[in-house]
């Protein structure tokens, strides 16, 4: 699928298109379903369907001493719309200009300049200066829109707000299930200190980045190499001290894995929190601890299928 700006002019071949209209971080079974309705619609209608998100997030903007939230990268949510069969994603980049915009000025960008006939969005969605323009807006503007509904669960509506306090808790079980998918973090394998490598548990060291910090201690892992290799693991998750200044690190152990995975992008999965992080009396003390989780997080993922 394409990845397009809303900074460069609409392809020809993508005007006319159904819009998905959201910030959809995450993607979790709520945006799939706002989704899902853009591309049926413009399959019905034999158009392009265009999934729309924002970069940086709005809150970045308004708030920009906020904490590390997100749930996907871009490069995360264009796999995912692929795969729900998006012909595109447009990135707003989200800039002063672009929230100042009033409602009439937001349509005609997206008549005009971009030829989209027609969106879809959940109920809530708002968009131009103060966040002025609901989803009644568009049509009092000539654009032809619908609203997707939450998807409910027997705690309510699927949110971002809720699969963040999940991880934040440590709870992978409920983040899986609310994304309908694994949480995962997607990096490029950087050099540690390789103590790891030391004790016979070589590490691959994930920077953070702007991903959500979950519960810190250690997890069970999946790891996805860029080739489409699956690995099973078990991860520490937490604040390097031996870094100046500090540095929070994903730091996955693949059972069975000799190779070299410098500079290389993996995509971590976490499975199951196992504990929080211990303190250890000595290097052996260390290294038996590490097996223990490693043998627990075994036999947790023999019996966890993969899911994408």
Do not use: W
Not at 116 to 138: K, M, N, P, Q, Y
């Amino acid at each position: 699928m394409e990845r397009l700006t809303s900074s460069a002019p609409m392809p020809a071949h993508l005007r006319g298109s159904i819009m998905a209209l959201g910030n959809f971080d995450g993607f979790h079974a709520g945006h799939q379903a706002v989704v899902g309705r853009a591309i049926a619609r413009a399959r019905a209608e034999g158009r392009p369907a265009i999934v729309a998100t924002f970069d940086p997030h709005p809150m970045r903007l308004f708030q920009p001493d906020t904490a590390p939230f997100r749930l996907t990268t871009l490069d995360q949510r264009q796999a995912l719309f692929g795969r729900a069969g998006a012909d595109a994603m447009l990135v707003f980049e989200f800039t002063p200009s672009l929230a100042a915009l009033d409602p009439a000025a937001y349509v005609r960008l997206l008549t005009e300049d971009m030829g989209v006939v027609a969106v879809v969005t959940g109920e809530d969605f708002t968009f131009g200066r103060g966040r002025s323009g609901t989803i009644d807006s568009f049509a009092r503007l000539g654009l032809p829109a619908q609203a997707v509904a939450p998807v409910i669960d027997e705690e309510g509506a699927i949110s971002s707000s809720r699969i963040r306090a999940a991880l934040r808790a440590g709870d992978c079980a409920t983040a899986t299930g609310l994304l309908t998918r694994p949480f995962a973090i997607e990096g490029v394998v950087q050099h540690g200190d390789k103590l790891g490598r030391t004790i016979g548990f070589p590490t691959a060291n994930i920077d953070l980045g702007p991903y959500l910090r979950p519960a810190y201690g250690i997890y069970a892992v999946r790891g996805i190499l860029a080739d489409g290799r699956v690995f099973d693991g078990a991860a520490n998750l937490g604040i390097r001290p031996s870094f100046d200044p500090p540095k929070e690190l994903l730091e996955p152990h693949f059972f069975d894995f000799s190779e070299s995975l410098y500079d290389q992008v993996v995509q971590v999965q976490l499975i199951e929190y196992l504990h929080a992080e211990r303190t250890y009396d000595g290097l052996d003390a260390l290294t038996a601890g590490i097996a223990q989780d490693c043998a627990d997080a075994r036999q947790i993922l023999a019996a966890t299928p993969f899911v994408a």
